[in-house]
């Protein structure tokens, strides 16, 4: 007999459903468990099959935390340092986002604006912190650096003296103060304002700037270059320090210097328009008629809105005697908004040239109506006659 193995009593077998009902368990786990594994590997997974919260996609990523409005005031500040006019203003008009009635925010506005000839701006921004706060200096002087740069004179030469009555010591406010009388042409109360800032504070750029500024505008143009010098060591990156250093170098006819000076502002500031239109102009004065109009297309290129270098470029040409291109550059200088007379006249004289006596009295007659007394007018009305009045007749003699 086959022997049976088994030591102690049988069990009795599972009823059949029991068997098929684990079976089924298992597979139900097994299906759960690999779904899991497919999606932690971002595969497709069923939406009607909810997921752990483990597994569940992020829908957008986790927010940056929100910078502080003093670390982006600090980040303003190191780029308006820097030269990096367009960024500071961003950072500053981020914290006014947040804080939108800090008057001092609006007051670091005003400079960068100014340099990026944004000068309607400045103001508006000057104006708005005085608005919020009249009784700090730092607005004041803000206001009228702003405004003087408007040409609004005497409104800027009220608060920038009321900002030395509200900060006796500030070096910033005196700077400006000599810096409005000298555009007031009275360089005998701007040179001891600056000086003033100066000692104050040997190493504020607006007092070296403006002392320079004010013996400009006396002529004593040896010793502006040594204030521009100054101002350019505290602030190596402002394009304009270095324009206004080159400016007086061509005031003493050293137009290498002038060129060397701002070939380094090129560097500086590379998308400036008036860097490019200055070294133009330089050349131009010096004779460089061909590195003129190369530099000043270059100026247009950056900017082609910027109305001087159409100026300067027509002037360059109306002197090469291109009328056909000194007309073209000059009538763009005007349809941006220049507004310098000797734009009217030489147009008016290159249309004569051009044989056009009709649009060449129309400029003529309009340079007539901003100065009728200019010599340069009255020569260009002399041009008009001798090319395009018909001479008198002679009497016949008998």
């Known amino acids: 007999m086959p022997v049976d193995l088994y030591i102690g009593p049988k069990k009795r077998g599972a009823p059949w459903w029991q068997g098929c009902l684990l079976s089924l368990l298992i597979l139900l786990a097994g299906a759960y468990a690999a779904i899991l594994i497919l999606a932690a590997n971002g595969y497709y997974v069923s939406e009607n099959i909810p997921l752990p919260d483990a597994f569940k996609p992020t829908a957008t990523p986790s927010p940056t935390p929100t910078e502080p409005a003093t670390t982006r005031l600090q980040r303003g500040d190191a780029l308006f340092i820097d030269g990096q006019f367009e960024a500071a203003i961003a950072e500053y008009n ?29 103001v508006q921004a000057a104006r708005r912190a005085v608005q919020l706060n009249d009784q700090r200096a730092e607005n004041l002087t ?23 009555e509200l900060a006796p010591n500030s070096a910033t406010a005196w700077a400006i103060v000599a810096e409005v ?29 403006n002392l320079g500024y004010a013996q400009e505008a006396r002529g004593r143009y040896r010793d502006a270059i040594t204030s521009y010098k100054r101002a350019i060591e505290i602030r190596p990156k402002w394009a304009y320090l270095y324009i206004s250093l ?31 239109d200055e070294l133009g102009w330089t050349y131009a004065l010096n004779g460089d008629a061909p590195r003129a109009i190369a530099q000043l297309k270059r100026a247009i290129e ?91 007749p002679t009497p016949r003699r008998k």
Not at 150 to 162: P, S, T, V
Not at 190 to 204: E, G, H, S, T, Y
Request: with cysteine; proline share 4%.
């Open 302 to 392: 950056v900017d082609p809105t910027y109305e001087v270098a159409y100026g300067h470029l027509g002037h360059v040409y109306f002197v090469q005697q291109d009328w056909q291109s000194a007309v073209t550059n000059l009538e763009k200088a005007i349809e941006l908004g220049g507004k310098r007379l000797e734009y009217f006249y030489k147009l008016g004289i290159a249309y004569v040239n051009l044989k056009d006596c009709a649009r060449g009295r129309t400029w003529i007659e309009k340079a007539i109506q901003i100065n009728s007394q200019d010599t340069a007018v009255l020569g260009a009305v002399t041009w008009y006659q001798q090319h395009c009045e018909a001479p008198s």
């Open 94 to 122: 981020a914290v006014l986002g947040m804080e939108p009635l800090n008057d001092a925010v609006y007051a670091r506005l005003v400079k960068p604006l100014i340099l990026l000839r944004r000068v309607d701006d400045a």
């Open 142 to 164: 803000a206001l009228a650096e702003a405004l003087d740069w408007q040409g609004n004179y005497i409104e800027a030469l009220d608060f920038a003296l009321r900002a030395t």
């Open 246 to 276: 080159a400016r007086n170098y061509r005031a003493i006819n050293n137009y290498a210097e002038a060129i060397a000076t701002l070939q380094q502002a090129q560097r500086v500031a590379p998308r400036d328009p008036q860097v490019y």
């Open 181 to 209: 009388y000298a555009d007031l042409n009275r360089p005998e109360r701007a040179i001891p304002a600056a000086q003033k800032a100066v000692q104050l504070d040997p190493n504020n750029v607006d007092a070296h700037r």
